[in-house]
């Protein structure tokens, strides 16, 4: 499995005309820690793209990838990783997202950006350490691609980018005009955090469907995060994430690496420059 680069699990069994309820029985038996922490590296990565999903939709999404599984194990191993879906008020209007909130329309992509507190943009990615998942929200502000809130815990829930949001609005209280952008999952859309945003007069911004482009300066910020820092730690467990990954944002990310995108200065020198 170490050596299946780019192949699924479904394109493999078809090469070598074995079926995948067969591959799954030997590989549950030869390493089952493996077998089942690959199924559950599926379901973060489909629980994460569809927010909405219940177990039963989950399940479809991850037997596509070529995985045999039941929904009932599907919603065991989400349990366990705390992939609960975020309980919705009736009241709230529906609009065109899969879920019950209000959705707003991508504001950021009509912004020319030109000082710090124009725009913010904020993501939610899940990180894999030895024996769990964990998620990880981050606020960015677009303009020096400064990380000014995040947060890593182990629910999803909208409590997490309420976390990074607050941190934020801490350390750079919003000034008139700012523009909060992310993506249409129910963390951002939820009543707490669009409350949150509204009480600060931020005006919202979210992506459209399958755009993942239009919020790309935080998709290149996780991807630097996990090749610079996640994916070379071995990390003891959450509290030691917590510690070193803040120690990465603040002291190298924020302070010492330089970013091409800002002519080759740190966010902390780009700021002061502009």
């Known amino acids: ?53 219940g177990s039963i939709k989950l399940a ?26 975020i309980k919705r008020r009736k009241f709230v209007r529906t609009t065109d997202a899969e879920h019950d909130f209000l959705i707003y329309p991508n504001l950021a992509q009509y912004l020319v950006l030109s000082a710090v507190s124009q725009l913010w943009v904020a993501d939610i990615t899940y990180l894999r350490l030895q024996s769990e998942f964990v998620y990880f929200a981050v606020v960015l502000d677009a303009f020096s691609r400064r990380v000014l809130g995040w947060a890593l815990d182990r629910g999803l829930k909208t409590g997490l980018p309420l976390t990074a949001l607050n941190r934020a609005l801490a350390l750079r ?6 523009v909060h952008h992310s993506d249409r999952g129910s963390q951002y859309a939820s009543n707490e955090y669009v409350a949150r945003l509204e009480q ?26 996990k090749e610079e820092e ?34 080759y200065l740190t966010p902390e020198e ?5």
């Open 173 to 178: 209280p919003p000034t008139p005009g700012l």
């Open 200 to 225: 600060f007069g931020i005006t919202i911004s979210m992506s459209r469907p399958a755009r993942p482009w239009e919020n790309a300066r935080c998709e290149r910020f996780m991807r630097t995060l």
């Open 270 to 274: 780009f700021e002061q420059a502009g």
């Open 1 to 53: 499995m170490q050596s299946q680069g780019k192949l699924t699990i479904e394109r493999m069994c078809q090469i070598s005309t074995v079926s995948r309820a067969g591959f799954y029985r030997q590989w549950q038996t030869k390493a089952p820690a493996e077998a089942t922490m690959a199924l559950r590296d599926a379901i973060q990565r489909a629980a994460l793209r569809y927010r909405t999903y």
């Open 60 to 85: 479809r999404v991850v037997r596509e990838e070529g995985f045999v599984v039941s929904v009932s194990r599907v919603r065991r191993l989400r349990e366990q990783d705390n992939l609960l879906a």
């Open 230 to 263: 996640v994916y070379g730690a071995d990390y003891r467990g959450l509290e030691d994430a917590r510690s070193r990954i803040g120690e990465f944002l603040e002291e190298v990310y924020n302070r010492r690496r330089l970013h091409s995108a800002l002519g």
